[in-house]
């Protein structure tokens, strides 16, 4: 290849990273929430297969809005792209199913899935999520007596 062919490669891969879109969401603090770790409770192994479905049963979500009311915004639910023992993203499906306000959805480790928009009108926005995991025991490598468990959250993004 010639060295113009490369500049047109580097030009080229220049404007796809221009191009990309930026997300420039913020934490939404969660601390008054009764728990925001979950760790797996019980599993319900399928015969046959190598998958477990965990089952964590409703969690409460309490998130402190108080700077963005008023404003136009959405709200993303956050699942960790590293998560302790998990040797693949594709191992873990994470499922919820939504209350008034947030909509249900799925995603794996380092999805961002959007679960409610509209115009921010508390200080603090509750919801509960019923969440179910299925998880593939192959892509799963946790040390002997250790739970496992992950961090999820929520990030808002005010729109204009």
Do not use: H
Request: hydrophobic share 40%.
């Amino acid at each position: 290849m010639n060295r113009y062919g490369r500049w047109r490669e580097c030009l080229l891969a220049a404007c796809l990273v221009i191009t990309l879109p930026s997300y420039a969401g913020e934490r939404l603090d969660d601390s008054a929430s009764p728990r925001s770790r979950v760790e797996a409770p019980q599993a319900i192994e399928i015969p046959d297969t190598t998958q477990v479905v965990l089952k964590f049963g409703q969690v409460d979500y309490k998130l402190a809005t108080a700077n963005f009311v008023g404003k136009q915004a959405r709200i993303d639910y956050v699942i960790p792209a590293s998560i302790p023992g998990l040797v693949s993203p594709n191992g873990l499906l994470v499922e919820w199913r939504g209350n008034a306000p947030f909509e249900s959805g799925t995603g794996r480790p380092g999805d961002r899935v959007l679960v409610w928009t509209g115009i921010v009108s508390e200080a603090w926005m509750s919801t509960r999520l019923d969440l179910t995991m299925q998880v593939d025991l192959a892509a799963l490598r946790l040390p002997s007596g250790v739970p496992f468990g992950f961090e999820s959250y929520f990030e808002i993004e005010v729109l204009p």
